[in-house]
């Protein structure tokens, strides 16, 4: 087990008339080298997920364990060493980028992290090409560049330090149809080449269908179904709690109401070759 | 580390203080000066911050944010009454002067908690308009006024999301100690202002894609009436004012 939530409340502005509980006894485990997702709709709790794993914040009751750090209200001795290992991007890159050019964003996360790396520039081409960017923009100015690029830019500044926890607070919010496809192959890549463990946090359920190994549905702060990806291949539940289903499952499910049976699959090319089949 | 979240800025809660018009509210936080620069008496101190207090529970601000902002400035207060002990002050003085003084700061406080930005440029444009007979563009000095007022709080809020965002990525606040903590404020300070700025500049350039122009007036849409305890507020200013003039000998 990597990181383990144990019965996790998290709640902001305590004794206030504006006090808001985020998450409510929230308990799970999140396995090594496996994509996990975390779907639900706005106000469900999940960017607090991504926020206690990264320690930023610590939760009001129970506790996490992160490796072997535990994030409990208590002070974590050596807590860079756990933010080495877990990298956070944030939904709004706005909130996540404050240097002047990409190369200082890019370098700031290996300085402080004090990374042992000669060839620093090397490096920030390396997680610019990764993402999809070509090598001029590390001399661009961030507030230059537009929220897609700005997206890409915050995603290579954490790939940058390697970490072996990778959070993505809704990655495709900006990001059009080939570059979701490009972000799934990176993803697919990190996960089966460097045996990385992602965490996604999203509610788009077209983009996570095929990449979940493990998934947890969220509402309001609780989580009201886990289990494997086909979670999210049940309509009620996903109704329910104001989701919707990946297309892919839609068409197959329609198709099969009008008798032409299609297995359930993530892979539109294995989609396309049930539909050959049943065609012939 | 949330507890600072709104110093400063405005509370979003209803209240019967919140419900207030805002050139009554600066009208009264002008007549409430009057007493409390000429005064001396210890009797109308002590009843004026009682009254404070009171305006502050009814307020449905969480006291500790007024009582943070006082604590704030505590070394402020000991460098003032040492700067007024070494001229000879009574112990009665000291006692005024520091009511004085926390009684302006937690007064600005409860405005600042209780009035929304938009409410306090219309109150302060309201309030200044009898300098319109000399021709000044008072929309453009209300909008800086404001600015000025906003800019520590979302300064504040800046900072956080740099803080956030730097400790994510090594340079961090939130688990070290003291020294470590005034290093990632140091470090980040510069990109904070900057950000700050940049907001602020957003900010304008929202306002005028929505038609925001300083030269002209906007509609009110009777959100800013004038009401009874409106009406009780200015009343018991005046009051302040009427034991004011009567200790001064003028009645």
Redesign the interface.
Known sequence: MEIIFNNVTYRENLKTPLKKTYLESVTFNIEEGLVTTFIGDSESGKTKIGELINACISPTYGSVKIFDFVNDRRRIKNVNKLRMNVGFVTMNPRDMLFNKTVKKELEFGVNYFKYKINKKGIRCSEALKLVGLPESFLDKKISDLTLTEQKKVSLASVLIFNPKVLILDEPTIGLGTIEKENLKKLILLLKEKYGKTIILLTKDTDFAYPLTDKAHLMYRGSIMASGDKNIMTNERLMDGYGLKLPEIVKYIKAANEKGIKISLTDNILDLIKEVYRNAK | ??SN?YFGSF???NSSIHRLNSVVKLICLFLFLIPMIGSVSLKLHVVVLFFIVMLMYTS?V?LRFYFNMLYGLRYIYIIILFALASKGLSMENAVVILIKISAFIEYLALIFYTTSPSELKYGIEKSLSPFNLFNLNLGRLSNKIVGLINFFPLLLTTEQ??L?????????Y???DILSKIYAVVS?FK??L??TF?KISDIKFASELRMYSVTKFRTNLRTNKVKFFDIMLLLVHFLFILYYIREVGLI
């Not at chain 2, 956030?164 to 961090?172: E, F, H, P, V, Y």
């Open positions: 580390m949330q979240k509370y979003p809660v449905n969480p999301e740099v956030k965002s730097a400790s994510a990525r090594g340079l961090d939130y688990h070290g980040s990109n904070t900057r950000l940049k």
